[in-house]
């Protein structure tokens, strides 16, 4: 057994090569000169370390030549031995030799017991987490199966609505024909009382006179053309009902198609399980939100389009009744009115004299909206123009401050409000054009009022002259109520 220790300040070795045996006298007064030779050095600077109390190599005594060579010899001969140190070479107590041991076995059992917690705790996390899954997963299945609930039952009550609404366009189409045809009908009789007031308009002079026949026939021809007027307005709205029933029909179809797509999408999802084919990673694809509405939008979605489809068909509904009122209407006003005027035929005069007042007055009342409107149409493009330079100002100190560096770039209370300065003239602005092009639209509307107006009257003023003529060898013949009903 070889001992080898080293300290800061004395070295501890076994000698290369002796095999000399000093004389036990010479040991023992090695051990005589040796022991009151000793001195301990301490250091008061280091007075942990156990070191500090070995004689150290450089501090020898100062002796003669001869016993510093015995001592020499001595020491390389017995210090190899552990029985020849004295008390002062030992580095620890036993007591330090139990607590270390103690500490090894207390830091052992800690390392296995947090490894031990650890492992269990690992072990119970993997079964939460997995149980966690599958009742996630069977969460989001039933989601999906709910979903496909609520698609099936929307999709039914699309279905339901847009037959319902096939069948109402069908209606309405067959309603519009017949006023088309009783519409046609109606230029005959017109034609008539045109050619009665132009014979009657040839009378010159004294002749020009307004008598009872002229009332009757110009009532005629204003029930005539009122009932064509009247034709013609629900004519463009069966025309526009029918486009309004087309669209919605349309919206009803894309809403479907897009819920047949949903549902076997939904539907493949729904039966997808871990063992399928297909399944892949798709990664960020949590991060990432496609969605365009919200269950509640979604849902309010079909049944805005359902409801839409349901006031568009009552409307629709609504204005076959109306038609099939007006046709009848129109009928008996045309029928009575052609019965009167072969009673009377001298109230024309005066009557068409009122009528072309009217005209007049409703056009006055016209042309001055025309000029009120054309004064607002200016006030909404300065008030656009005015709305200029403030979106100019809020844009651009929003490209101002987002040339700011770093993390100065940031979504500051100021940087909200200038969004919401943006937005708000933006809106404005929009607010504004949409106003103006409604009174453009509403300036058009007038201008096509005078325009019609204006015609109405040189076509008042014509029926007067024409209305002069001979009239009654025209009305032998009238059309019979099926045919200003449609039916022939």
Request: net charge neutral.
């Amino acid at each position: 057994m070889e001992l080898i220790g080293s300290t800061q300040m004395a070295t501890y070795t076994r000698p290369k090569t002796s095999h000399f045996l000093p004389a036990i006298s010479t040991t023992a007064s090695s051990y005589r000169s040796h022991q009151p030779a000793l001195t301990l050095n301490q250091n008061s600077n280091m007075p942990w370390r156990t070191n500090t109390y070995f004689r150290s190599g450089s501090a020898i005594p100062s002796v003669s030549a001869l016993q510093r060579e015995n001592l020499d010899l001595v020491r390389a001969k017995t210090m190899f031995y552990p029985s020849n140190r004295t008390a002062l070479s030992t580095r620890y107590m036993p007591e330090d030799w139990f607590k270390s041991n103690h500490s090894n076995y207390m830091e052992s059992e800690s390392s296995r017991n947090s490894a031990e917690r650890l492992r269990r705790d690992t072990i119970r996390m993997i079964q939460d987490k997995d149980q966690m899954t599958r009742r996630t997963q069977d969460t989001t299945s039933k989601n999906i199966g709910e979903r496909l609930k609520d698609i099936s039952f929307w999709r039914s009550e699309l279905n339901h609505e847009i037959d319902n609404m096939v069948t109402e366009i069908s209606s309405l189409t067959d309603v519009k024909r017949r006023l088309e045809r009783a519409l046609a009908e109606t230029e005959g009789p017109l034609q008539v009382s045109q050619e009665c007031l132009f014979h009657r308009e040839k009378r010159m002079s004294i002749d020009l006179v307004h008598d009872d026949v002229e009332k009757d026939l110009i009532k005629e021809v204003e029930v005539i053309k009122s009932c064509q007027e009247r034709m013609r307005r629900h004519l463009d709205r069966a025309i526009a009902q029918l486009e309004s029933n087309r669209a919605a029909q349309h919206e009803l179809e894309r809403d479907l198609s897009d819920k047949v797509t949903a549902q076997r999408i939904d539907d493949r999802c729904h039966h997808l399980r871990n063992t399928s084919d297909g399944i892949s990673y798709y990664r960020g694809i949590d991060r990432m939100d496609p969605s365009i509405s919200l269950p509640d939008s979604w849902s309010k979605f079909t049944d805005d389009n359902i409801l839409h489809s349901q006031s568009e068909r009552a409307a629709s509904h609504k204005l076959r009744d109306e038609i099939e009122i007006l046709l009848n209407a129109t009928s008996n006003e045309m029928w009575n009115q052609f019965n009167s005027l072969n009673v009377s035929f001298t109230n024309r005069i005066s009557e068409m004299a009122d009528a072309k007042n009217n005209l007049q007055a409703h056009l006055a009342k016209t042309l001055q909206e025309i000029f009120q409107t054309e004064m607002l149409i200016e006030a909404l493009k300065k008030a656009i123009r005015d709305k200029e330079n403030p979106l100019k100002v809020a844009q651009t100190r929003l490209e101002e401050r987002s040339r700011r560096p770093n993390v100065e770039l940031c979504r500051d209370n100021p940087h909200h409000r200038l969004v919401t300065e943006v937005r708000e003239i933006e809106d404005t602005v929009h607010k504004l054009r949409e106003r103006l092009m409604e009174a453009e639209n509403t300036l058009q509307t007038l201008v096509k009022t005078k325009v019609a107006l204006e015609h109405d009257l040189s076509i008042k003023a014509n029926s007067l002259f024409l209305d002069q003529e001979k009239c009654m060898g025209m009305r032998k013949s009238f059309p019979s109520t099926p045919r200003l009903v449609g039916y022939t």
